[in-house]
């Protein structure tokens, strides 16, 4: 299995977090992309490769201009007002509020963020090109040569929507990869979410399209962030009415419960019959993460790879989260080994 | 004219404001109180005196049970988490996400935040309760013997709405106060909002209802928060068609303009024929406003306190912002001054 992963993510690292009314280090930091590197190379993969540029195509067929736009121009413009600290958002467009684009970046960053512990900084939105680039890069990989690829992300991207960045995601790179699979010729792609949050913003991308089936295992809104989509109810609208399926999972889920969840999922996906599958890959879902409440263990994430790999599909990792950083690598790997040695 | 005041103001005051990207020590801040409490001192005022205690009717009337057991209850449940800082949301219901409150304090935060500079800490509801009791009492003195009177409300009110909190404002004082006017005899009760920042909150409260008609003189929301209500054309809905009135104006407005647009909202409320009028009195309209952008001087505030004293209503002062802490007291007396004198 191939690796596509870019030095770029370095562009991206705020200094600080916003987490329990204060700024802490980012658990979503460079040192997890080291981790996994290290432990894929040490376990025989070859080694990564830079990705292509990134085409834009598929990115204004998943975001919409304006928050492209969004992305390109706002630290330029929080720059220029001389703020001191990373770009963060103060005020929101709440219920009953105007859902209209402000001129003022408090208020442009208030309109697109989703979620407000995620600082934008110079390099971000460089960071988050490069790291959809790997996802398409990895997607194109996919043929007779590869059957399946893993783009090395950072920063992740399944929390980033049509038009909102937050939870560390700024550009959908799973929804990318997606829609690139589309264009060169798929008709039907899977994705299935094992990341420990919910995908919402790979769930309001294809929410009314049923040419991408959106599968995710995660923790309980109710419990768990991003705490305002992946309930079980929620289910597609229009034409992609059915093709959203959520699992939600209470704190403490172990893999013996989280296990039946992933078959049900893989029944589900098999009936599809998708051209290709997409993992967005986070190992959140383990036992030690400090932010996060399911009990997997190192040894479930190998299993759960030999059981995605029986569906014999193309498939492509794209990583996600996982902040336990001292065990990211190994969980990783067991996934991608326990794929390919099934 | 009496003014009602309350010391339990100090129970709110958050180490941090968020702000550019940083904590900042907050611009609503209790010396401010007391730079009002001293110039109305020295210009003959009699000595401030307490509210009598919260009757929740009213509050009940304007605000959820839902976001009134949140205020209540959020402060035990973020120290319940462990969390060290003060308490600030950190994921949001942006657009198309489930408007349904969630278990965790991290998302209650985020259901009923407008906006994320505003910390909630352990004397924070004590003190908007004692805030609300201000207006409450200060509104109830209305009648015969005292033609008007100011409650001295910290912390403000104006952007706090049905079930929202933010921008300084947990519950709203004004709204509290012309509901109160409302539950006591009144039929018709107008708002008129001369804080630089519009009063969402209260608009929000009252945009299906005519028995308040609500008119605000603010910074444009395209460039001033709350950034996501103030327009021009948010007139009021259902019954409340016609009762919400905005006069959004530009960076660098002097009184000039500002002049003009009070003297048709004074027209207005005059054939509104309200039974009292209350003015939602922040003074961050001054030219040396830290964080706002119109050009009003402090003889300014003279001249509009006069032009307001023609209507001849029963009118109540509450306290809503102004955060040139040095000039904030001679601005809120000339209001005053130039009522009772004109």
New interface residues.
């Given amino acids: 299995m191939k690796t596509i992963a870019s030095a770029d993510h370095h562009l991206h690292f705020p200094k600080g977090e916003?987490?329990?009314?204060?700024?802490v280090r980012p658990f979503e930091c460079p040192e997890r992309w080291d981790y996994i590197t290290r432990a894929l190379a040490t376990s025989g993969f070859s080694t990564p490769t830079e990705p292509d540029a990134l085409s834009m195509d598929a990115v204004k067929k998943v975001h919409s201009m304006d928050y492209l736009q969004f992305l390109e121009s706002v630290w330029d413009q929080?720059e220029a007002?001389?703020?001191?600290?990373?770009?963060?958002?103060?005020?929101?467009?709440?219920?009953?509020?105007?859902?209209?684009e402000?001129?003022?970046v408090?208020?442009r960053l208030?309109?697109y963020?989703?979620?407000?512990?995620t600082?934008i900084t110079k390099g971000t939105y460089a960071a988050a090109k490069s790291s959809a680039a790997c996802a398409q890069t990895a997607a194109k990989l996919l043929g007779p040569a590869d059957s399946s690829a893993f783009a090395l992300c950072r920063p992740p991207g399944h929390h980033a929507?049509?038009?909102?960045y937050?939870?560390y995601c700024f550009l959908n790179n799973a929804a990318i990869a997606a829609q690139t699979l589309l264009d060169n010729g798929a008709s039907k792609v899977a994705i299935l979410d094992v990341d420990f949050h919910h995908g919402?913003g790979t769930q309001?991308i294809f929410?009314n399209r049923n040419d991408v089936l959106f599968v995710s295992l995660h923790g309980d809104?109710?419990?768990?962030?991003?705490?305002?989509?992946g309930?079980a109810d929620?289910t597609g609208i229009d034409e992609g009415e059915g093709y959203n399926i959520n699992y939600p999972m209470l704190p403490g889920t172990p893999y013996s419960i989280w296990g039946d969840a992933l078959a049900d999922a893989l029944d589900q996906i098999e009936r599809y019959l998708p051209d290709a599958l997409i993992i967005s890959l986070g190992v959140d879902t383990y036992e030690k993460d400090p932010i996060s409440f399911f009990k997997l263990t190192s040894d479930d994430f190998t299993r759960y790879g030999q059981a995605i790999s029986k569906l014999k599909l193309p498939t492509l990792f794209v990583m996600e989260g996982g902040y336990a950083v001292e065990e990211i690598g190994i969980n990783t790997r067991n996934v991608l080994t326990g794929f390919m040695n099934q």
Same sequence: chains 1, 2.
């Avoid at 001191?84 to 709440?94: M, N, Q, R, S, Y």
């Fill in positions: 916003l987490s329990g009314g204060e700024f929080w007002e001389g703020f001191k600290g990373e770009a963060l958002p103060t005020v929101i467009p709440a219920r009953r509020m105007q859902q209209r402000p001129t003022h408090d208020g208030g309109y963020a989703m979620a407000i512990e600082a929507g049509i038009d909102l937050g939870g919402n309001d929410y809104p109710l419990h768990a962030f991003p705490h305002f989509l309930y929620e």
